[in-house]
């Protein structure tokens, strides 16, 4: 078993709670399946517009349990139909030498009712480990209003009640040149790995992955299921495991290999400036103890931009060199263009 943390990305407000960067209007996401996907959506989804292009930048810190650093940076470029997000993100702990670099671009396309993305990216090589993946996602709203600023996604937070309903497919390709041992650390104290004499070894990753997000005049409630598999018996490989952060955040960590996991996030929208969110989330796991996740934040608007702010509290026992009561600070900001 080893001991690092993990990358990310959407659904974090889900594995973790909800995530710390501030909330952007419904963008969605659509498959990768090459042309395929894209060219059966894109039909129903273009209609003639005047192009508006909207261009905002957005960062979030993250420090916690075991000097934990970490950041995230995306662009998301906008138009009426189509929408552009490459992003970066780092951390670091006391528990890996170096630092996990995540790369990753997602390509879009929406309308009022409907949107779909595919999300590609990976993780640099770092102590033997790194991943490749993609995300297939779409949505569907139903009663959407624009929101007050006029924003080119109509947002479902408006003068009536509106439910946005979403999946979304991830694979992820992790390969690891350690395995667990009983026999030397490797360096890698206080998790027992020794590395691998047959070369990598690679294990695939499936989530699929459902969502719902109901929005009145001055709430927004939202949930997600993700069911995750895997192509090889994780135990008889001798799979290492260790903390790192989700595929959609970098709010808290969690394990390597999840199993299920569920979570529900209340937003309030009933103060001029100020947004309040609670979040819950629990996650079972291959080869760990199940994990408990609360995080507790909200975002401020100021101006055209906005800040946000949260604190996760992440439990989970048994994880080698870290606290089963783990805490997770995130300060992030924005500004459209």
Known sequence: MCTGRLPAWDAWEG???????????PSSRAPVSGGVFLGILLPFLLRPAVVRAKVEPSLTATRGTADFQ???????????????????????????????????????????????????GGTLPVEGYSNSFFTLDGHAIF??????????????????PCLKLGASLTRIY?????????????????????????????????????????????TALSGFVTKSVYNKDLSAVAA????????????????LFPDFSTGLTLKNYSFSRLSPH????YTTFELSNPANALTA?????????????????????????????????SLGGKYPF
């Open 174 to 218: 992790h390969k690891d040149e350690y395995q667990a041992s009983t026999t030397t650390s490797a360096g890698r104290s206080p998790v027992v790995v020794t590395r691998r004499s047959t070369g990598a070894l690679g294990i695939n990753e499936t989530d699929f992955n459902v969502n719902a997000r109901y929005d009145d005049r001055e």
């Open 240 to 255: 290492r495991v260790f903390a790192f952060p989700a595929l959609g955040g970098l709010a808290s960590l969690m394990e």
């Open 278 to 281: 609670l979040s819950y989330s």
């Open 70 to 120: 970490g950041w995230k940076g995306d662009v998301w470029i906008s138009t009426d139909n189509f929408d552009l997000t490459p992003a970066y993100s780092s951390f670091s702990n006391d528990l890996i030498n170096g630092s996990f670099q995540t790369p990753s671009v997602r390509v879009g396309a929406h309308n009022a009712q409907a949107g779909g993305g595919i999300t590609l």
């Open 15 to 25: 594995a973790a709670g909800a995530s710390s960067s501030p909330e952007r209007k």
């Open 297 to 329: 934040g909200f975002d401020l608007k100021l101006g055209r931009g906005s800040l946000a702010a949260s604190y996760t509290l992440y439990v989970q026992s048994g994880i080698p060199g870290l606290p089963t009561d783990q805490n997770y600070y």
């Open 143 to 160: 009663n959407p209003t624009r929101s007050e600023d006029g924003d080119l996604f109509p947002a479902c937070q408006g003068a009536a």
